[in-house]
Nanobody
Framework: QVQFVESGGGLVQAGGSLRLSCAFS????????FGWYRQAPGKQRELIAS???????NYKDAVKGRFTISRDNAKGTVYLQMSSLKPEDTAVYYC????????????WGQGTQVTVSS
């Protein structure tokens, strides 16, 4: 049974940092790509960072240079280090495994709320 939990969100001032974690169990973790997504109020959920099994990363322009995605295959965990946070980064952040285009492999989890105050 696939299980995963996003954690690490919170309230932070603009310019601050947070590290999100997403711990998976019940899957063959090391062979899959993973991504971090976010959904701001009134907006669609969007993919902001992804990492492949060979550690190739990609970022949405809005977070490039500020966010870093990484993975620990031994722990079955994906991370998102967020720095220089801006109020427009406020959103619920989710992890999942991208399949193609906007498709993902797993049912969405609860996500973790990130709120950046100005």
């Amino acid at each position: 049974q696939v299980q995963f939990v996003e954690s690490g969100g919170g309230l932070v001032q603009a310019g601050g940092s947070l590290r999100l974690s997403c711990a998976f169990s019940g899957i063959t973790f090391s062979s899959q790509p993973f991504g971090w997504y976010r959904q701001a109020p009134g907006k669609q959920r969007e993919l902001i960072a992804s990492i492949t099994s060979d550690l190739t990363t990609n970022y949405k322009d809005a977070v490039k240079g500020r966010f870093t995605i990484s993975r620990d295959n031994a722990k079955g965990t994906v991370y998102l280090q967020m720095s220089s946070l801006k109020p427009e980064d406020t959103a619920v952040y989710y992890c999942n495994a991208p399949v193609a285009a906007s498709l993902v492999r797993y049912t969405w989890g609860q996500g973790t709320q990130v709120t950046v105050s100005s």
